[in-house]
């Protein structure tokens, strides 16, 4: 008995800890909207989760070389937006434009790869819980 009562204690612990991070993380995420200057193509912070996924040009994002620079790119956030009704059903946007990567600042370089990991990690709950909704749509 005991283990099973250990098992949900790490269990709550664990999600209980993930709220808390994803908390934290949707208020540094607004602070980056605003600090990239996102709000200039996206009227509002809560209208990023209406696209489909936001990506990076110009710089990695997987974890075996997080942030390294893509030479000869330009470092951009590009949005996908998608429309079943339209001819051409997804497409990409521009939400910001820093230029050629060598030349970006450091900094700013991993504020924009700070931003997408965020935004994914947000949008990876979103997705969770539309899922959990439709389970429950279905077993009821």
Known sequence: MSSALDRLKNLTNKISSYELARKDNLIILEELFIELNIFDKV?????????????????????QNLGEIKKGKYLQILAISYDKEAVVKSKNISLAYFGRVENVDTKLKNMVVDFIIRYRFE??????????EMIGDVSN
């Open 43 to 63: 009227e509002e912070f809560e209208y990023l989760f209406d696209f489909k996924a936001i990506n990076l040009s110009g710089a990695s994002l997987l974890p």
């Open 123 to 132: 949008k990876s709950f979103m997705t969770l819980e539309h899922y959990h």
